[in-house]
């Protein structure tokens, strides 16, 4: 059932905490039933939850030998994930079924020093991009890289297929990049801004991008002539994650400056903020079916905010 929580409804949300903390956290995910969600950061250690069950439970998936930088749960299947690190050393892409225990099912060697991951809707590619601004496209069911791509010297960041797996978005620099996919042909680039894009998203019906800047600013843009909606700056620090719920008419994003704020669409109104416990929060991620938000305090835990 899809939520139809108003603005007065954030004005009055609780906060409580769902998830224990050891060190830092880098990525936060909600499976894709709403009723897992995994952590993973420096201590190498994925966490999977149970949000309604104690903290202390949580299962511990162990296979990386560096910091985990990412942490995505597969679009078809609610029991496996994939997971990267950001270490020049573990080069592993790792493969998880959680019904088969708690070590990788399987694995692909990449670039190493991976900062982002996204997973094609249909499950069948993941791209990954490292520090050194290569990419590779990972062939989920034969197991093989059968793509790189070198950005030269162009930052790349955070990136997302569309929700039909037509076309990929990537935060290059300061634009957002649009390209066909498989094949890769330039379709569109907007520009964002004059410092690079960091983190971006689409929401759930495929009418906005929002994209999140070193600059500070939080922007919101349309996909029919790809122009800017509204930008709003609420954060004191680059931008970390900007992030649409499941209905699209919020925007929850976060910074170094220690506050999630939340907004509302289109107009990017600030209807809810609270202050991160620890501060400087990384990641934030929204429940798939409810205004459920999951966020992590530097070294204090997973806190999650809602109604």
């Not at 966490?47 to 942490?71: I, N």
């Amino acid at each position: 059932m899809v939520s139809t929580a108003s603005v007065d409804d954030f004005a009055r949300h609780t906060t409580r905490r769902i998830g224990s903390g050891r060190e830092r956290v880098r990525s936060v995910a909600w499976n894709l039933d709403g009723r897992r969600l995994a952590t993973a950061g420096t201590d190498k250690v994925i966490r999977v939850y149970l949000p309604d069950k104690d903290p202390r439970s949580a299962t511990e998936c162990r296979g990386h030998t560096g910091e985990v930088q990412c942490v995505r749960w597969s679009p078809i299947h609610p029991e496996r994930f994939a997971s990267v690190s950001g270490s020049a050393q573990d080069k592993a892409l790792h493969f998880w079924d959680l019904r088969q225990g708690h070590k990788p099912v399987s694995t692909v060697e990449t670039l190493g020093e991976n900062l982002n991951m996204a997973w094609s809707s249909d499950g069948k590619t993941i791209v990954i991009g490292n520090r050194n601004d290569k990419v590779v496209w990972v062939d989920v069911e034969e197991q093989t890289i059968s793509r790189q791509i070198d950005m030269g010297k162009d930052q790349t960041n955070e990136f997302l297929f569309s929700h039909n797996d037509a076309f990929l978005v990537t935060g290059v620099e300061g634009q957002l990049r649009i390209t066909s996919f498989p094949s890769h042909e330039p379709i569109h680039a907007i520009d964002v801004g004059t410092m690079p894009v960091t983190v971006l998203d689409l929401d759930p019906r495929g009418r906005y991008f929002v994209a999140g800047c070193n600059d500070t600013l939080v922007s919101l843009w349309e996909t029919q002539d790809w122009t800017c909606v509204a930008t709003s700056g609420v954060h004191d620090d680059p931008v970390r994650m900007v992030r649409f719920s499941q209905d699209g008419n919020f925007v929850a994003s976060c910074a170094a400056d220690g506050q999630v704020v939340i907004s509302a669409v289109p107009g990017l109104e600030k209807v809810a903020s609270f202050a991160v416990p620890g501060g400087n929060s990384e990641t934030l991620a929204w429940h798939p079916t409810k205004n459920l938000l999951a966020y992590v305090g530097q070294e204090t835990g997973i806190w999650g905010a809602g109604l």
